[in-house]
Antibody, heavy 115, light 113 residues
Framework: QVQLLQSGAEVKKPGASVKISCKASGYTFTTYAMHWVRQAPGQRLEWMGWLDAGNGDTKYSQRFQGRVTITRDTSASTAYMELSSLTSEDTAVYYC????????WGQGTLVTVSS | DIVMTQSPDSLAVSLGERATINCKSSQSVLYSSNNKNYLAWYQQKPGQPPKVLFYWASTRESGVPDRFSGSGSGTDFTLTISSLQAEDVAVYHCHQYYSTPWTFGQGTKVEIK
């Protein structure tokens, strides 16, 4: 069965960067795009961008353009999302997900940004 | 960006009664070439990731009880729970995957009255 296993919670200071991993199993990693979605406290789900796991192409939400980088390691069936220049507004649970209508989601990674 | 607006923000329904959630998109999410609505519904319980209930607006995900139904087309969509059960207490989100940036509704919290 498809599983997406994310790295653990992070605490970062303002101005720092965070890199979250998402290890996929149960399918051929390069078959499906990997999306990243975040959920800040009390806010709606917010799509950040996606990665074509086959060729490495990416597309980012304009809201995060310049701050977010999504990459992959096909040999490890793992996708990564790095967000830079963190502020307290970036405190959220970050999810990797396969969103193809049907969907699989990782368990989420809490990122807390605090001085 | 396509703005997704759900109504109501919350609702309390008695066990066994019907719950109806509406979702309106700021532009059509119906792709004319394949006649598919690029709209999904998710259920999210505290501390858990969202779980897909429907995609293509009305295609039920495997394992989703048939008391749940999804309907609508174009810009107006509805999620209905025909007979609310205790385990249905959750936040429900609609989501358009018609165009980037993909967007979500603000969520509707369903509780027991």
């Amino acid at each position: 069965q498809v599983q997406l296993l994310q790295s653990g919670a992070e605490v970062k200071k303002p101005g720092a960067s965070v890199k979250i991993s998402c290890k996929a199993s149960g399918y051929t990693f390069t078959t499906y795009a990997m999306h990243w979605v975040r959920q800040a406290p009390g806010q709606r789900l917010e799509w950040m961008g996606w990665l074509d796991a086959g060729n490495g192409d990416t597309k980012y939400s304009q809201r995060f353009q310049g701050r977010v980088t999504i990459t992959r390691d096909t040999s490890a069936s793992t996708a990564y999302m790095e967000l830079s220049s963190l502020t307290s507004e970036d405190t959220a649970v970050y999810y990797c997900a396969i969103l193809a209508g049907w969907a699989y989601w990782g368990q989420g990674t809490l990122v807390t940004v605090s001085s | 960006d396509i703005v997704m607006t759900q109504s109501p923000d919350s609702l309390a329904v008695s066990l066994g009664e019907r719950a109806t959630i509406n979702c309106k998109s700021s532009q059509s999410v119906l792709y004319s070439s394949n006649n598919k609505n690029y709209l999904a519904w998710y259920q999210q319980k505290p501390g858990q990731p969202p779980k897909v209930l429907f995609y293509w607006a009305s295609t039920r995900e495997s394992g989703v009880p048939d008391r749940f139904s999804g309907s609508g087309s174009g810009t107006d969509f509805t999620l209905t729970i025909s007979s609310l059960q205790a385990e249905d207490v959750a936040v429900y989100h609609c989501h358009q995957y018609y165009s980037t940036p993909w967007t979500f509704g603000q969520g509707t919290k369903v509780e027991i009255k």
